[in-house]
């Protein structure tokens, strides 16, 4: 079964900083990009970034520009998403999907994404 797991999520003071990983099984991550997204509690999910198949194109919503990056390791499997800087209104579940395709896939919660993960919480606070 082919599916997607997020780790890392947390407490975190503002400022801090957070490392998430996504990781794939029954799937090879090589032809898919990969996006991150975030659902804080009573918002709709929003795209934060994303990544090209093999990593060349990322994109970033302007909330967390200069603060957050992804990058991924086809070896691994894996995406992750590096979140420095942390505020308050970055507290969400956060979510990693995949969709196949060579191009960088999209912000866009709506973008045709094949599969989801469970999602990692993140709570900033102090």
């Known amino acids: 079964q082919s599916q997607l797991v997020e780790s890392g999520g947390g407490l975190v003071q503002p400022g801090g900083s957070l490392r998430l990983s996504c990781a794939a099984s029954?799937?090879?991550?090589?032809?898919?990009?990969i996006g991150w997204f975030r659902q804080a509690q009573g918002k709709e999910r929003e795209g934060v970034s994303s990544?090209?198949?093999?990593?060349?194109?990322?994109q970033y919503a302007d909330s967390v520009k200069g603060r957050f990056t992804i990058s991924r390791d086809n070896a691994k499997n894996t995406v992750y998403l590096q979140m420095n800087s942390l505020k308050p209104e970055d507290t969400a579940v956060y979510y990693c999907?995949?969709?196949?395709?060579?191009?960088?896939?999209?912000?866009?919660?709506?973008?045709?994404?094949?599969?989801w993960g469970q999602g990692t919480r993140v709570t900033v606070s102090s």
């Open positions: 999907a995949a969709r196949r395709t060579p191009f960088v896939p999209g912000l866009s919660p709506q973008m045709p994404y094949e599969y």
């Open positions: 029954g799937l090879s991550l090589d032809y898919y990009g």
């Open positions: 990544i090209s198949s093999l990593g060349g194109v990322t």
